[in-house]
């Protein structure tokens, strides 16, 4: 079955960098497009990048646009989440999900919280 | 980008009752919409996609239904498993934006 197994998250100063991690499996994952959804507390879900299968093309909100640079490794079946200049509004559960535009499967989540 | 407005943001109803839930796009999207439901601390799970198109494993007491601008998801009997919070998503175009969300709670 379909496992998403997300990692690198944890407490960030602000202003640091991060690079979160999801491990696939079960699936191919080389076919398939792939998403970073975050949920920050108390608040509802947003979309913050995704990538083509081929890892071609990738896509960001402008909110995050310049900041955030998702890629993947498809010999490795590993999405990652480069965010920089983090600050408070990026603490949140980022979840990965596997997709073409809506997402079918999501890992369960790892936690950033950017305090000082 | 396109806005996703929910409604309600909250509704309290018992078990066995039925259950609407709406979403209006700020422009046509065809039916490139999907449906989530969130449990706290639980994986985020995929309920209906194309608007209406059940996902393997839902029971059937969920339904979808709509296009170009409205869209209602739609829990036939509610079931003590169903109260979270639900999420509708288009897929129409980037950005991919989501709802806001409705959270149904017991009555």
């Known amino acids: 079955q379909v496992q998403l197994v997300e990692s690198g998250g944890g407490v960030v100063q602000p202003g640091r960098s991060l690079r979160l991690s999801c491990a696939a499996s079960g699936f191919t994952f080389s076919s398939y497009g792939m998403h970073w959804v975050r949920q920050a507390p108390g608040k509802g879900l947003e979309w913050v990048a995704g990538i083509s299968f081929d890892g071609t093309n990738e896509y960001y909100p402008d909110s995050v646009k310049g900041r955030f640079t998702i890629s993947r490794d498809n010999s490795k079946n590993t999405l990652y989440l480069q965010i920089n200049s983090l600050g408070a509004e990026d603490t949140a559960v980022y979840y990965c999900?596997?997709?073409?535009?809506?997402?079918?499967?999501w890992g369960q989540g790892t936690l950033v919280t950017v305090t000082s | 980008a396109i806005q996703l407005t929910q409604s309600p943001s909250s509704l309290s109803a018992s078990v066995g009752d039925r259950v609407t839930i709406t979403c209006r796009a700020s422009q046509g999207i065809s039916r490139t919409l999907a449906w989530y439901q969130l449990k706290p601390g639980k994986t985020p799970k995929l309920l209906m996609y194309d608007a209406s198109s059940l996902e393997s494993g839902v029971p059937s007491r969920f339904s979808g239904s709509g296009s170009g601008t409205d869209f209602t998801l739609t829990i036939s009997s509610l079931q003590p498993e169903d109260f979270a919070t639900y999420y509708c998503q288009q897929f129409n175009s980037y950005p991919l934006t989501f709802g806001g969300g409705t959270k149904v709670e017991i009555k």
């Open positions: 999900a596997k997709g073409r535009g809506y997402f079918e499967d």
